[in-house]
């Protein structure tokens, strides 16, 4: 069994307000190994986001850890206090945000970005920063970069200025990255590159990565394996050969249909039902039932547990009682 | 005119000066600087048929859907609807008619819906504009019809746009270009902001009301599998120029340019997931 960089334990998030208790995660679990990417889909609102912000104690107010467990290798990290998940932040975890715009500032150049956050990880002077920097630049895939380095980021385009942010996320060389939409605002041309250059850093540096998207495409060319979350929970994981191959989940295969593929010659994409409920108002029993064609009465009583083999889990009724037989 | 010609748009150009100031292209001895995003783009688009452009950023997709659509002047060129010239000169209610004929819809459907007025009276009012409705009751029930027709509630009417997501925003700015009794329908990345699964329920929703209303579409999107899924041609831009138009299935079986190729490979494939 290869090393576990990252383990997620029962992980439940809650917020409290006036109205009360609204669960944002429930019961999350997965793991992700040394070198290896995990993608993490679903639709907007499934708690995709939340979950990378658990890890990384940044889930907004007035949302708290309700319950389990965050493991960095075999240290708990979720019940750190600030110098202790500062001191990780960045150092052993590196993250990539959705917009590389808003992740640099503007009157920085792109050196001035590196140099500074590899000093407070490394003990680097100014010129060796400046080196390690310029290697990173080029890492990434940025041509010249001896020269470029001395650049503002509005100088770069945006697929540069992504990589721009990639290498900021790798400076101190950690052992995991959170990459949340790394390329949504990215062309396609671009985003070839991005997984490229993700695949490449697994298999050279043996970092891991969690990659979320709603880019399926994407996720079939980068990811090892996948969960798909729904509401706050997830509803299946696995081997990316199985649950974008051959999805056992009735959402998940929902999503899988949805999208339009280059040799798809259907008139009429399939789709699913209705939209995600809002977690002021989550379904009894299985939160998908209102929008699942297989529904069983079961479904509107009791919500699944997610069961399975250690390397493919699914949460759905449908495959519960195999389960029991097996 | 025939039948293949329904949208005309000949040479358009557009040009758009980027120099610093005047005082400061002095001092620092720099001459006038210009951005080519159009170069002679010329294209037909047949009666209910879906012409897509595709291209990487930057490239002159919007510059050239603005063009067409009458939001941005071009420097030259012709853009002729059904016919009649849009760049050429009319009078107040020939450029109404025309007008009317011709709706866009964007990226961000928040950006172009007034957030201080009701659904109901955003679908409103381009039927009490344009003179379709009569009354302003006869555009509010007209409004709940077509709610109706994209897949919202009547009694939707009543909320804010800020009430909806993303997927219904855009429902609502369909139903506001149907209420214009709109024949030709400019979407500029019409589902990038969308979920995969609310993508699906708008490409299919645009479909069948173009089969209903007999619509014409100019789509631009810089998703290749979107495009080959709804669209009959293609045009390929790269730098401002139009490189290639071509039948869509011919376009990604026999790409004739090395960018339409390098554009097709880089898509990201979901068969990959079987493959690895
Ligand atoms: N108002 C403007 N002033 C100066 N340059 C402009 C302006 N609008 C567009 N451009 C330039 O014109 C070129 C074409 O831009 P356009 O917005 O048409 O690209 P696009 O193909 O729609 O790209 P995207 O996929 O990013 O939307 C770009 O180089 C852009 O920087
Ligand atoms: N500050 C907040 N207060 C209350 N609920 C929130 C807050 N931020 C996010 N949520 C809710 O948490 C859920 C998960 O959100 P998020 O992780 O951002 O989704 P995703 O990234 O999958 O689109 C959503 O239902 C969202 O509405
Ligand atoms: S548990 Fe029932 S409702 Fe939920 S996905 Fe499975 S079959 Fe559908
Ligand atoms: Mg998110
Ligand atoms: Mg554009």
New interface residues.
């Given amino acids: 069994m290869s090393e576990t960089i990252l383990s997620v334990e029962n992980l439940r998030v809650e917020f409290e307000t006036r109205r009360g208790t609204l669960v944002a995660l429930d019961d999350i679990s997965f793991s992700i190994a040394k070198g290896e990417v995990l993608g993490v889909v679903g ?2 609102g499934a708690g995709k986001s939340m979950t990378g912000a658990a890890i990384m104690h940044l889930i907004p107010r007035p949302g708290r850890i309700a319950g389990g467990r965050i493991l960095l290798g075999d240290q708990r990290i979720d019940n750190l206090d600030r110098t202790g998940i500062e001191a990780i932040r960045g150092r052993r975890i590196g993250m990539i945000f959705q917009d590389p715009l808003t992740s640099l500032n503007p009157l920085m150049t792109v050196g001035d970005h590196l140099t500074e956050t590899i000093r407070v990880h490394l003990p680097l002077n100014r010129r060796q920063a400046r080196a390690r920097a310029i290697e990173l630049l080029e890492e990434v895939g940025i041509p010249d970069p001896a020269v470029r380095i001395d650049s503002y980021p509005h100088e770069f ?2 697929g540069q200025r992504q990589r721009v942010v990639i290498a900021l996320a790798l400076c101190a060389e950690p052992e995991l990255v959170i990459a949340d939409e790394p390329t949504t605002a ?4 671009v ?2 590159q991005i ?1 490229k250059l993700i695949r490449k850093l697994c298999s050279t540096r043996g970092t891991a990565f969690m990659l979320i998207t ?9 990811a090892d394996r996948v969960a798909v979350m729904y509401a706050g929970k997830v509803a299946e994981i696995g081997k ?2 199985q ?3 051959a999805p056992l989940h009735p959402y998940a295969q ?3 249909g ?7 010659e259907e ?6 039902p209705g ?1 995600m409920p809002s977690l002021t108002a989550l379904p009894d029993g299985c939160s998908f039932h209102p929008r699942c064609e297989r529904a069983m009465d079961i479904c509107r009583q009791r919500a699944p547990a997610l069961l399975g083999a250690i390397d493919h889990k699914v949460a759905c009724h449908l495959y519960e009682r195999e389960e029991v037989a097996a | 005119m025939s039948n293949s010609e329904f949208v005309r748009v000949e040479k358009l150009n557009r040009v758009f000066d980027v120099s610093k100031p005047l005082l400061n292209r002095i001092i620092e001895r720099q001459p006038k600087r210009f951005v080519h995003a159009a170069t002679d783009v010329s294209f037909s688009i047949a009666k209910g048929e879906t012409f897509a452009l595709v291209g ?3 490239s002159g997709k919007s510059t050239v859907a603005k063009m067409v659509v009458g939001l941005l002047p071009a420097t030259s060129g012709t853009v002729e609807i059904d016919g009649v010239s849009i760049t050429g000169k009319h009078d107040r209610a020939q450029m109404r008619a025309l007008r009317r004929r011709i709706q866009m819809i964007f990226q961000d459907p928040y950006a172009s819906l007034n957030p201080r007025w009701r659904v109901a009276s955003i679908i409103a009012e381009p039927m009490l504009a344009l003179g379709i409705a009569k009354s302003k009751a006869e555009a509010q029930h007209e409004a709940g019809e077509l709610l109706k027709v994209v897949g919202l509630n009547p009694l939707d009417g009543r909320k804010y746009p800020h009430e909806f ?3 219904q925003r855009q429902r609502i700015a369909i139903a506001r270009a149907l209420a214009a009794k709109a024949e030709f329908i400019v979407c500029d990345e019409p589902t990038s902001a969308l ?7 708008i ?2 929703l645009m ?1 069948d009301l173009q089969e209903q209303f007999g619509l014409t579409y100019l789509l631009i999107s ?5 495009v ?3 669209s009959s041609r293609i045009g390929v831009m790269h730098f401002g120029k139009l490189v290639e138009v071509e039948e869509s299935r011919a376009l ?1 079986k026999n790409p004739r340019q090395s960018y339409t190729r ?13 493959r ?1």
């Fill in positions: 639709e907007s385009s945006g990215l062309d396609v041309s985003q070839a997984i709603h880019d399926m495409g994407m996720i079939a060319e980068t990316v050969s649950v974008v191959g929902g999503l899988m949805a999208i339009p593929s280059l040799d798809n008139p009429r994409l399939r789709q699913i939209s | 990487e950023s930057g997501s993303g997927g979920d995969v699964s609310v993508q699906a329920q490409l299919n479909r810089h998703n290749l599998a979107v080959r899924h709804m990604f390098m554009l097709i490979d880089a898509v990201p494939d979901i068969s990959a997931a079987t690895r």
